[in-house]
């Protein structure tokens, strides 16, 4: 099948993170049935959002899992020139939401699945994918639970997001807290009547102030990353009504991108702390999830780097899933057509080449786990 023509398909579709998800999942398992793949439909506790998981080859066999996510960033952005949810071609430049980020990953992933399902495949490839990924990898955990039951522990996951189809071994992790509190409102001119919920945040946003200063200063550096160690900010604050108002409610949302080895939900502990300590204030987690770290002389990178054409890259500044399939015991790497700094902009774009390599890169994983696993076991 045509890549593009699958693009186009995805892309229409406006799967905005955090909205319902079905008509999308159910047009790929429709396409998958058409070709005799069965997939299973992972839901999550939202109701109305799904993982998809399909195998194509032997489920009993050890094998390799293609991850990419459906969910897109929303697109009210002024600077389109057309319709984000259908697919524009200029020249070699395919336009629409989600085309970089990820969909084009997928779009050539399902293109490719008629020339897989042709094949003797001694390995299985999975195809993996997930929901609201753009809100903090929500949706990819109810479906790592599900493996076991799915298939054999596969021998590794390439995540397909945008890397120029350049193999990434290394990425930091992420947490993300909204801190909220609750004050009593009041004439300004009266502060002894009322409780000034801003002034209640600021001993917990100091702490994070303060902790980003000691990572930088001196905490364990990666020299892999750019920054070398973990860092948090304030990312943003709202409250209040007027300056004449007590404000009666206030909330900041403070994150932390973690080094290899560190825990990004411990680096935000002192904040917590005061958090818990004080019956005004409530926290709740908004996303988590680990970094990526893989050796560069991993089998799954060797593999990778043979089937992309390109050397591996050390690290990215990113958070992807591929730390969530990692954490749960399945080696995990980044490799995805594009590049990144389309993304979560107006015009987002991929290639009609980026697009085809991607599909080739999929295809030649088929036929190394056709032509190089039966030269292996028949040594």
Not at 60 to 77: F, Q
Not at 240 to 268: F, K, Q, T, Y
Not at 290 to 306: F, I, K, Q, S, V
Request: glycine share 10%; charged share 20%; with cysteine.
């Amino acid at each position: 099948m045509n890549p593009q023509a699958m693009l186009s398909s995805l892309v229409a579709f406006p799967s905005v993170v955090g909205t319902a998800n079905g008509a999308l999942v159910d047009y790929v398992r429709d396409y998958l049935a058409s070709l005799d793949v069965a997939s299973a439909v992972i839901s999550g506790p939202e109701g109305d959002r799904f993982n998809l998981f399909a195998t194509i080859g032997p489920a009993d066999i050890p094998g390799y899992i293609l991850s990419g996510h459906v969910d897109v960033v929303p697109a009210n952005e002024p600077g389109w020139h057309g319709d984000p949810f259908h697919l524009r071609a200029e020249g070699d430049r395919l336009y629409g939401r989600g085309a970089v980020d990820m969909k084009g990953f997928v779009a050539a992933v399902l293109s490719a699945v008629p020339e897989l399902a042709a094949m003797d495949l001694a390995r299985p490839i999975h195809i993996a994918l997930s929901y609201d990924e753009e809100a903090g990898c929500r949706g990819v955990p109810h479906l790592i639970e599900k493996l076991p039951t799915l298939c054999a522990t596969p021998l590794g996951c390439i995540v397909g997001e945008p890397s120029a189809l350049t193999p990434v071994l290394r990425h930091k992790g992420k947490a993300a807290v909204r801190v909220t509190a609750r004050g009593r409102s009041g004439h300004s001119s009266r502060p002894d009547l009322g409780h000034n919920a801003i002034h209640a945040l600021l001993p917990a946003l100091e702490a994070i102030a303060v902790e980003a200063d000691r990572q930088r200063q001196d905490g364990p550096t990666n020299e892999h990353f750019l920054p070398p160690y973990s860092t948090l900010q304030i990312g943003k604050i709202t409250g209040g009504e007027a300056i004449n108002i007590i404000p009666e409610m206030a909330s900041a949302e403070i994150e932390a991108r973690a080094i290899a080895g560190v825990d990004p939900l411990a680096l935000l502990e002192p904040a917590l702390r005061i958090v818990t300590a004080d019956e005004a204030l409530s926290a709740e987690i908004i996303a988590s999830y680990p970094g990526l770290a893989l050796d560069e002389d991993h089998a799954l990178a060797r593999l990778t780097a043979r089937l992309s054409g390109n050397v591996p890259l050390a690290a990215v500044s990113y958070g992807t899933e591929a730390g969530l399939y990692q954490q749960a015991g399945i080696p995990a790497i980044v490799c995805g057509p594009g590049d990144i700094a389309r993304a979560h902009k107006p015009e987002e774009y991929i290639t009609t080449g980026e697009l085809h390599g991607a599909r080739e890169m999929v295809l030649r994983l088929g036929q190394e786990l056709c032509v190089r696993e039966r030269a292996v076991a028949a040594r």
